[in-house]
């Protein structure tokens, strides 16, 4: 029998403990499952494919400080990021000629054909982790989850 939690819960409190449990663990079954799926089809991480598409957004590339801040991780993760992509030759450094201490990083020609291979997987991926719910309620939890994240500027 489903309980009405509204009816039970005042408001805030162990409500609020509830909904944040409940979103906390919808993310980390999906992102075990994308995690597991991604080692085993590309032998890569989760953090590697959020670097491969932030540099894809970025054709031109990207500083490494800004690719930090939006990937909301240190500097030395995404230098270590870096260093393992380029070695791979998926990405390239490219050096400021009037500064060497500033550089940008892009994919190259193979991380790009690489990261639309596993872009695509990763899509597949969710599709079928989301399927169940219907295409309304997706929709729904979309705005709703949208209003929520309003109220954290700059986030």
């Not at 509830?18 to 991480?45: A, D, P, Y």
């Not at 932030?54 to 240190?74: A, C, H, N, Y």
Request: hydrophobic residues 40%; charged residues 25%.
């Amino acid at each position: 029998m489903k309980s009405n939690v509204s009816a039970i819960l005042p408001e805030g409190g162990p409500r609020d403990v509830k909904l944040w449990l409940r979103l906390l663990s919808c993310v980390n079954i999906i992102e075990t499952e994308l995690r597991q799926r991604m080692r085993e089809q590309f032998g890569s991480t989760l953090p590697r494919f959020d670097m491969l598409a932030q540099l894809d957004r970025f054709p031109d590339g990207i500083k490494m400080g800004e690719l930090s801040r939006l990937m909301l991780v240190t500097g030395g993760n995404i230098t270590g990021l870096a260093d393992s992509l380029e070695k791979e030759g998926m990405a390239v450094r490219v050096y400021d000629p009037n500064d060497r201490r500033s550089c940008r990083i892009k994919l190259t020609a193979s991380g790009k054909q690489q990261f639309d291979l596993m872009a695509a997987a990763h899509q597949g991926w969710l599709n079928e982790l989301m399927a169940a719910l219907p295409v309304k309620e997706k929709d729904q939890l979309y705005t709703l989850l949208g209003n929520f994240k309003s109220q954290f500027p700059g986030m």
